[in-house]
């Protein structure tokens, strides 16, 4: 995303709270990180302009120079969360590498409050964000896939992921929102379905356990495994080899 249109002299724009104190150097960089720790603290619901000046030490009017407002903060954050992001390596086949990408994308929003919250649905073209999808393609067209697929596989993984990991940070039921774990909540619902009347509510009682039993790295693995099992359909038939 390039820089919002501003004066020359922008990226060094005075603290409207200081007038003659000397020219803060404040960069889209430090914002982002600004707002990065603030989050971290504060999560999305208090995350605001206001805070995240705060957090460099300058009036809010001084961020407006280099963000609009709130949203293309958030596009800003969503760059800076894939800023750290380690790419897979480049041994296996495409389906290793993918099934790689989705474990560390998902560490990823994992290691940040709220991350999944501020990614989601969102496409900020910043360029840590273009260097990962770049490569992700990159890697999808080298292993046959036509382009139209290519494109498709990447969006599938990351609406995948991000939705996963929504979920996954959203409490259960009102008891882990108490202060249950995941573990209890998910027990507790298994008895209910346990003791549902068999008559009326046969597959609950019978997969009670296995409804409620698989922890999230299992969800996780095998919706993960199952996008890969689709994608390798659309790839062509390798040539059969002549026997001669």
Known sequence: MAP?????????????????????????????????????????????????????????????????????????????????AELPPRTGDWRAQYLEYGRRYRALLLATRDAARIVAG????GPHLLAVLEDQLDRLRGAGFTDADA????????????????QEQSPLSAAEAAGA?????????????????????????????????????ARFEFGLHRLADGLAALLPAPAAQDPR
């Open 4 to 84: 919002n249109p501003a004066p020359p002299d922008a990226a060094a724009a005075p603290d409207a709270a200081a007038p003659g104190a000397p020219a803060r150097a404040l960069t889209r960089e430090c914002i982002a990180a600004a707002a990065l720790r603030v989050l971290a603290r504060d999560g999305l619901a208090g995350l605001s302009m206001r805070k995240v000046a705060a957090e460099v030490g300058v009036k809010a009017a001084s961020l407006y120079w280099h963000v609009r407002n709130k949203e293309e903060l958030l596009d800003l954050l969503n760059d800076a969360l894939v800023a750290g």
């Open 122 to 125: 969102r496409i900020a073209t």
């Open 151 to 166: 494109a498709m596989a990447s969006y599938l993984l990351s609406a995948y992921v991000q939705g996963f990991v929504l």
């Open 181 to 217: 774990t995941r573990g209890e909540a998910a027990r507790a619902a298994g008895e209910v379905f346990r003791t549902l009347p068999a008559e009326t509510h046969p597959n609950l009682v019978a997969l009670a356990a296995d409804l409620t039993a698989p922890d999230m790295d």
